[in-house]
C-alpha cells in the first residue's frame, strides 16, 4: 500500500507540473552533494530547474537566487517562501 501512496503523490505532481518522475529524481540526484555556496551551482540548478518547470527566469531574478542561495538567505517554511518569490 506504501508503493501505491508514493505512485499516487507522484502522478499528482506530475499531472500540476508537467515534470516526469523520471526527470525530477534526476534533477534530486543531481542535488546530492552539490555545494550550493558555489555560484557555478546554484545557476546550473536554476537553469535545470527553470527548464524542467517550463518556466523562464530573467537574468535579475537568476541573480536574485543565486545571491540569496549562496548567501543562506532563503526561508525554508512554504509561507516565508511563497511571500520571498512574490515580493521578488
Known amino acids: 500500500m506504501r508503493h501505491r501512496q508514493n505512485d499516487s503523490f507522484f502522478d499528482q505532481i506530475e499531472k500540476k507540473t508537467n515534470v516526469?518522475?523520471?526527470d525530477?529524481?534526476?534533477?534530486?540526484?543531481?542535488?546530492?552533494g552539490a555545494d550550493f555556496q558555489d555560484e557555478q551551482?546554484?545557476?546550473?540548478?536554476?537553469s535545470?530547474?527553470?527548464?524542467?518547470a517550463g518556466k523562464s527566469v530573467s537574468k535579475k531574478q537568476e541573480d536574485e537566487l543565486?545571491?540569496?542561495?549562496?548567501?543562506?538567505n532563503i526561508p525554508f517554511d512554504l509561507s516565508?517562501?511563497?511571500k520571498w518569490f512574490q515580493s521578488r
Open 66 to 72: 543565486v545571491k540569496a542561495i549562496v548567501n543562506n
Open 41 to 46: 551551482t546554484v545557476r546550473r540548478v536554476i
Open 24 to 32: 525530477l529524481f534526476k534533477l534530486v540526484q543531481s542535488l546530492n
Open 80 to 82: 516565508s517562501l511563497n
Open 20 to 22: 516526469k518522475q523520471e
Open 48 to 52: 535545470d530547474v527553470s527548464r524542467l
